[in-house]
Each structure stands twice: as C-alpha cells, then as structure tokens.
C-alpha cells in the first residue's frame, strides 16, 4: 500500500535560538558554543545556573595528534596536556584542597600504590594462566578513582564500567576479596562468579563493574534518582570511557538528566582510546567529548587526571553542585592507560606508538607527580614513600596468597544470588525457569 509521507510542520522555535546553558571551561579551543545565555527554566525554580568559574584553567587534553591516515597515527608521539597549562593554576589552593592534612594527603597516594600494586600482582599471575576471563588494568589513571573516593560524603554513590579495580580499592574494598574475584574463588567479592568486570560494594557506596559499555550509564542515573526521591544529599558518579560516550545510551541519559534534574555527575575517563580505536578516529567532534552534553541543557567541563590536585578541584565543585542544586555535569578527565585494553589486547602496541606511551609514563605518571608534590611540601621523606610502597607490594602478595588458598564456588552456588529469587517470590522464581529450561 502507498505510504503517504507528510511533512514536518514548521518548527515553533528555531533550535538556535534557544538559549544554551554557559560552559563551565575556559579552553574550549573549537567553535565553542554560541554566546552562552542562562536558560530559562519553565518548570523548575531552584538549581539557579552557576556562572562558569572563570578562574579555573582547564587542561583539555591533547592526545594523539590527529592523523587522517591512522596507520600513521602509532608513529606520532602524544603530547599530553602540558605542565605549562597546569602551573597557570595552582590547584593546592583550591577550597577543596587547601585545607587537606598531612595525612590524607600521604593516604592518597598509599591508596593509588595500592592500586598499582594490586594490578601488577594480578597480572602475573594472569599471565600464569590462574585467571580466567579479562583483566583490564587501570594502571597508569590511579589519581581518578583515589581523587574521586576522596570526595565521597558518604552518601554519594558511584558506578562504572569493567575497568573497576582501581575505584573498587579506592573506596575500600579490600584487596583479598577482590584479588579472590579475579581468581574465580568463592571468597571474592562477587563469590567468585564475577570476574575482573563485576566488583561490587553497595555498602561502600560501590555499584560496581559493568561489562556493557555505557550500560552503567543509565544504572548511574537510577542512583542519582533514588537520591533525590529519597531526600538523600548525595550525587551519583557514573564513570564512562571516551569510546562509551558514543553509545546512544549516553544521549538519552543526558536529556534524562536534564529533564529530572539529577544529581549526577558523568566523569568521562578520557584514555584517548576506545580498545584499539584512538579518539580521533572515533569521535568527530575531538576537542572534547563533554561538549556534547551542550545539546542537552547539562553543564560540562574538562580537567587534568593526572594531577591529583585538579582533579579533586574540579570533581569536587561539579559534585557539589549536583548534590544542592541537583545540577547533572559532564566532567571530562584527561588521562592515559599504559597497559593493553585488557591484558589479552595483542595489539597494544600497534595502535599507539612506544614513545606515545613513555612519554605519559615518565612524564605525567599521577604516581610519581603526586610523590614529586609531597615531597616538595615535606609532608613525606623519600623513605616515607618507599615503606608504603613496600606495604602496599607485601599487601598485594598477601592477597595473591589468600586468593590462591581460597576454595572454588560450590556447583550449587551458580543458582544463587539470582535476582529473581528476591524479586519475585514466586514458584518460577523459586526454582530458576525464568531462566534454565528444567
Ligand atoms: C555494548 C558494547 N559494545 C561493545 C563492547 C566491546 N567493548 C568492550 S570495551 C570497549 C571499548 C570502550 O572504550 P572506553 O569507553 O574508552 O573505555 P576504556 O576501555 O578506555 O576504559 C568495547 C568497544 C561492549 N563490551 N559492550
Ligand atoms: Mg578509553
């Protein structure tokens, strides 16, 4: 049958014309958007727009020069954000930095060597053959989780995707459960039957460890919208890669965020790669992926990672603000992974070149950065760091031990903890045929 198309009817309003929320960065370095006016909002009465903080330098990130031949692009060295663009700032002095002990200062950087530790420990025994399933390292992006964790009130929840032992460490869970997951015992975290992908801790605030990239994403926005209905002051923290922003999901979320007003923060961990695919051959717009949120009324910015003064800066205004004026943000974090997608990636090598990777290394290592920063303030000596770093390394054998001599998950355990049994009572539910044909 012959289809009758009709015409869209004549827009009421040019999209143009309609305000765009200001843009919470200053070094916007493409077409950024036009003449930013506070919107009007029709509905809702609070959350008065925060003018941008025009104080606050930015490093947007630079990563891979931009190849238009990409077999090219593994030859070209990286030029990361420049310590030039971050001695504009001096972060130290940020609110929510400036008034840090000694102490907490000392225990973020034990917090990323446990990290480290942890995951150099995993890999080899990885490369042992002790684990099945992926290890995808965050080795080399410690300072985003540590930085992140920090700031946590207590009522603050995060999620994020299967690159999730360094936030899992960070908000304490301990290393023998987690070390126990990733060799599939029954002691881990996820009893075994999670892997590397899936570490939980509600009761740290600690969502997990998802496989589906970007599927946390909306799971985020569920935290963030149990926050607000429950009265609770606290903000969700959905983490997400360069490469997950491109999932449709994402869009939706923004608009949904917007139009609920959540208090949800998206901090984009910007590795400048998505498996083997750089940000420039994924991303047409590569200036920044937070603009994005621009299209959909939510407030962005970008900020330095490796710095774990800048991140705390700029983490903990947009958190802030999202927690009392239940403003959502997208907050895009330069940073750099050293190791392969997962440890199973043959070709991390080839898609970025050797250079590229030891220029983050010994350049904007958050590690070392954070050590140099320490011990410029005299807040810790040369052996200081060494004792934690050899506590953190004794920390990690130990947990392989315990790992090791942990038991497998009983055969009867891959029946339970299914959520129907405690979300549908019934006799299906009870015997598992919503999902196994008896
Ligand atoms: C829906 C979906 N599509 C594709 C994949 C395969 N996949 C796993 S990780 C990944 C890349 C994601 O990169 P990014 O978001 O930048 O995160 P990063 O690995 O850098 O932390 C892809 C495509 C998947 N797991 N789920
Ligand atoms: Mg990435």
Known sequence: MARTLSLPSKPKQSASKKAVRPVVTKKVTKAPAKASKPVKREVVKKAPVKKAAPKKAVTPRKTAPISKAPAKAAKAVAKPASPASKASTDWSKDPFNAKLKPAEKVSFLREM????????????????????????LYIG???????????????DEIITAYRDHGHALAVGMGMNECMAEL????????????????????????????????????????????????????CAIAFLGDGAVNQGVFSECLNMAALFELPIVFVIENNGYSMGTSLERSSAIRHSLASRAEGFDVDWSLCGGFDLYELR???????????????????????????????????????????????????????????????????????????????????????????IASPWPSEESIFEDIYHEVDHQTEAGQTGRHFFSE
């Open 313 to 403: 800066a700029n983490l903990g205004a947009v958190m802030e603000k999202a927690r009392t004026k239940f403003r959502p943000h997208v907050l895009e974090v330069s940073t750099y992974r050293y190791y392969g997608h997962s440890v199973a990636d043959a070709n991390a090598k080839k898609y970025r070149s050797p250079e590229e990777i030891e220029r983050y290394k010994t350049e904007f290592d958050p590690i070392t950065l954070w050590e140099k920063q320490l011990l410029k303030e005299k807040v810790i000596t040369e052996d200081g760091i060494e004792k934690i770093n050899s506590e953190a390394k004794a920390e990690a054998a130990t947990a392989a031990e315990f790992a």
């Open 141 to 155: 992006q410690e300072s985003v989780a540590v930085g992140t964790a920090s700031l946590m009130n207590g009522q």
């Open 113 to 136: 060597l446990r990290i480290r530790r942890f995951e150099q420990q995993a890999l080899k025994h990885y490369n042992n053959g002790a684990m099945g399933g992926f290890l995808h």
């Open 183 to 234: 060799f599939g015992k029954g002691t881990g975290c996820s009893k075994g039957k999670g892997g590397s992908m899936h570490f939980f801790a509600p009761d740290k605030h600690y969502w997990g460890g998802h496989g589906i990239v970007g599927g946390q994403a909306p799971l985020g926005m569920g935290l963030a919208f149990a926050l607000k209905y429950k009265g609770i002051k606290g």
